[in-house]
């Protein structure tokens, strides 16, 4: 069955996905060599909290962060550990959700400067291409 949005419905998906975004981008500048990946997790959950909106995905079925981070061979929903140190070269995806009006966004990105290889680029462009 489909279900079709009001226009006060969009409205709200929009403000909370243009969120989403922002955390992201907040989160991406932070994203380098040294950093783990629970610095990450503190630093979206302040921005989060900061603009009126709470984490979606912090306690969603006893889920113990707000975002799911992967680090390279990690397939999808990596939780944030003061364990995970980034590397120059780590490829890094970022799922992110916000509980404000509801909805959900990814990004990847790449550390640092990374020597790619003939395989890398393929694999982040698979990766890539269901979204």
């Avoid at 996905?17 to 992201?24: M, Q």
């Avoid at 009126?52 to 990596?78: D, K, M, R, T, W």
Wanted: charged share 25%; aromatic share 6%; proline share 5%.
């Amino acid at each position: 069955m489909i279900y079709l949005k009001t226009d006060e419905e969009i409205e709200l998906l929009r403000e909370n996905n243009i969120l989403v975004s922002e955390t992201l981008a907040e989160v991406g500048r932070h994203i380098r060599p040294g950093v783990t990946t629970k610095e990450l997790d503190r630093i979206a959950e302040e921005f989060i909290r900061s603009h009126g909106a709470v984490p979606a995905f912090l306690g969603y079925e006893g889920y113990p962060a707000s975002l799911c981070i992967s680090v390279n061979e990690q397939v999808v929903h990596g939780i944030p550990s003061s364990k995970c140190v980034l590397k120059e070269g780590d490829i890094v995806s970022v799922d992110c959700g916000t509980f404000m009006k509801g909805a959900n966004s990814r990004d990847t990105v790449w550390v640092g400067k990374c020597t790619k290889t003939p395989e890398s680029p393929t694999t982040v462009r698979a990766a890539e291409a269901p979204f």
